[in-house]
């Protein structure tokens, strides 16, 4: 099982593409992240997961989970 399955359960559940772009950036599902704000992430740790969030939903879109306008929502909001 992948680390990004959840991407497809999101989906699978009804989330819009824009929680799911979000979902993605932070590399969890909404209500399974750390309850605290932390300080920041380290930038190359966050690329890493931004390349890994890109790469599952260009699967998704490839797979027809996602439509190409719902892919590039998402990668714009990944890539902001």
Known sequence: MSDWDFLHDMH???YSAA???DAA???YAPGYG???DEAGM???LEHQLNLAALD???NL???GRLTEAQYLEC???ILK
């Open 12 to 14: 699978n559940e009804g």
């Open 61 to 63: 879109m490839k797979t």
């Open 42 to 44: 380290d930038p190359e």
């Open 25 to 27: 950036a932070v590399g």
């Open 75 to 77: 990668k714009k909001a």
């Open 19 to 21: 929680d799911i772009s």
């Open 34 to 36: 750390p309850q605290d």
């Open 56 to 58: 599952s939903l260009e």
